[in-house]
């Protein structure tokens, strides 16, 4: 039972395009979200995180948007840019202590930008 | 500079030999996470430490057992690996406290099991 849905295993785009990864959740409880770069033989990197009492977040070329009523959120590159071709991990917490506040992740997008 | 290192960063065992694998962090943060991730799934938390606490996953296996001497070290040691234990296993620190600061990984130890 996915929490933390990333429908997507794969996304290719044209280099200077945007890019968007989507990400869909379950638990209503989750109240901070955040999405990770992973590049090969490497552990993942942060990247951008957003809360739930925001909509909105930029970084940069990297802009998170998050919908709470669809219990969706998508991060858009713009531009894209080869450099970025990685999996990118969509996770999520809720508040507490304990396990609540842990990392779910989930499965992963790979990007792939071509020049 | 790294900051969480994982020890090896591949590690082949025999099917039922025990293995261990290492974390260190030069981050002083309080909080340390193994988690597993096998090809094309999600990183699965398997346990964490909050300081000294252990707090297991309710579905991680016995076999996976977990030791953290100290605040820079944490392991992870299976005690009889089977073929379906080969994955990626992760490290990773986080401050307690500022849930708004994210979680730094380790570069991953690759176990293969033969």
């Known amino acids: 039972d996915q929490q933390v849905k990333q429908n997507s295993p794969s996304l290719s785009v044209q280099e200077g395009r945007i890019s968007i990864l989507n990400c869909d959740y379950t638990?209503?409880?989750?109240?901070?979200f955040l999405w990770y770069k992973k590049y090969p033989a490497e552990g993942p990197t942060f990247l951008i995180s957003i809360s739930s009492i925001k909509d909105k977040n930029e970084d940069g070329r990297f802009t998170v948007f998050l919908n709470k009523s669809a219990k969706h959120l998508s991060l858009h590159i713009v531009p894209s840019q080869p450099g970025d071709s990685a999996v990118y991990f969509c996770?999520?917490?809720?508040?507490?202590?304990?396990?609540?506040?842990?990392?779910?992740f989930g499965k992963g997008t790979k990007l792939s930008v071509k020049p | 500079d790294a900051m969480v290192i994982q020890n090896p960063r591949y590690q082949v065992t025999q099917f039922g030999k025990p293995v261990t694998l290492s974390c260190s962090q030069t981050l002083n943060h309080n909080v340390m996470y193994w988690y597993q991730q096998k090809s094309s799934q999600a990183p699965k938390l398997l346990f964490h430490y909050y300081d000294k606490d252990f707090n297991n996953e309710a579905d991680t296996p016995d076999n996976f057992q977990s030791r953290r001497p100290n605040t820079s070290f944490c392991f992870l040691d299976i005690r009889s690996p089977g073929l379906g234990d080969a994955a990626m296993y992760l490290c990773?620190?986080?401050?307690?406290?500022?849930?708004?600061?994210?979680?730094?990984f380790g570069q991953g130890t690759r176990l293969t099991v033969v």
């Open positions: 996770a999520a917490s809720a508040p507490g202590g304990g396990s609540q506040g842990n990392l779910i």
């Open positions: 638990n209503s409880m989750f109240d901070y």
């Open positions: 990773a620190t986080s401050k307690t406290g500022q849930r708004n600061t994210e979680a730094f």
